[in-house]
């Protein structure tokens, strides 16, 4: 079973002992480990959910007040990895929805339970880099499926009051689709 774990912490040298600390605590992945906008460290990490489990107790420890965020995604789609990492393969686009968010653990989150309530492909899961901050998520579908994806996600996190905003596009433009993939 595969789990995701996020951590974000407002300061960048937290973060780096965080994540070091994590991946000496369990046998997790690590796939993110970077400073990010405003000034904040982000750590994704992937394992099974008692691994990220103890790898994310280790890093809220270590980051300690600067802790702005700590998320475990259990069973977390498959697709949400190479979204992350900006891998994905899209053959065919149909309608465009996004989801925008004011960090990167609720894009994920919101990204996951998007792939997971629809019949959708994530085209792309942004963490903050030269974002001031903000994330997105991306995808693809069928117009009812973009839009049941977009309703599921911003239902996931809107408790958190941190949805910027979505985008619905039906028929996207094929100069704008190249700039997308």
């Not at 465009?96 to 492909?121: F, H, L, N, Q």
């Amino acid at each position: 079973m595969s789990a995701i774990g996020i951590v974000e912490t407002n300061v960048i040298a937290r973060g780096v002992i965080a994540s070091d600390a994590m991946a000496k605590a369990a046998d997790i992945k690590l796939l993110v480990s970077t400073p990010v906008c405003p000034g904040k460290y982000l750590i994704i990490i992937q394992g099974t959910v008692a691994s990220v489990k103890s790898a994310l107790a280790a890093g809220d420890r270590e980051a300690g007040e600067s802790l702005t965020g700590s998320v475990l995604i259990p069973n977390v789609h498959p697709e949400v990895f190479p979204a992350i990492s900006g891998t994905t393969s899209i053959d065919q686009v149909g309608a465009i929805g996004m989801i925008e968010t004011y960090s990167a653990p609720s894009a994920v989150m919101a990204a996951d339970e998007a792939v997971k309530s629809a019949k959708i492909r994530l085209i792309e899961i942004r963490l903050s880099r030269a974002l001031g901050g903000k994330a997105f998520a991306l995808f693809t579908g069928d117009v009812g499926a973009v839009r049941a994806a977009i309703g599921a996600g911003v239902n996931r996190v809107k408790e958190q009051g941190l949805v910027l905003s979505t985008a619905l596009i039906p028929a996207p433009h094929k100069d704008l689709v190249k700039f997308l993939l």
